[in-house]
């Protein structure tokens, strides 16, 4: 499996952005795929993830009620709807894919460590104020 990250761009604080991570490869299945984000000077964090398989979604405590995470089995893709943007959002975004066991998703998700090989280039989301 491969992954694809688009959509990021230049906007304003308050609006919106989505983002789409395409994977090619191999079945898409029993896959935790999630974004992260990381900013200059910051260490990556966990935004987001899903799992492909039950839709089990998991998000950051800075993102809830904002962000979306989403995800297109048939076209292999997950999304992330980004709303309310803020000037703290602006960061490069990455996507990342493990098959994690789901026992451990809860706990593990936003571990960028735990994703061995598969990331996606990133994307830029620059929100200005």
């Known amino acids: 499996v491969q992954l694809q990250a688009s959509g990021g761009g230049l906007v304003q604080a308050g609006d919106s952005l989505r983002l789409s991570c395409a994977a090619s490869?191999?079945?898409?299945?029993?896959?935790?795929i999630a974004w992260f984000r990381q900013a200059p000077g910051k260490e990556r964090e966990g935004v987001a993830c899903?799992?492909?398989?039950?839709?089990?979604?998991y998000y950051a405590d800075s993102v809830k009620g904002r962000f979306t995470m989403s995800s297109d089995n048939a076209k292999k893709t997950v999304y992330l709807q980004m709303n309310s943007l803020k000037s703290e959002d602006t960061a490069v975004y990455y996507c990342?894919?493990?098959?994690?066991?789901?026992?451990?998703?809860?706990?593990?998700?936003?571990?960028?460590?735990?994703?061995?090989?598969?990331w996606g280039q990133g994307t830029l989301v620059t929100v200005s104020s």
């Open positions: 490869g191999r079945a898409f299945s029993n896959y935790t």
């Open positions: 990342a894919a493990e098959r994690i066991p789901s026992i451990f998703v809860q706990s593990t998700w936003n571990n960028p460590h735990v994703y061995t090989n598969l």
């Open positions: 899903v799992t492909t398989t039950g839709g089990t979604k």
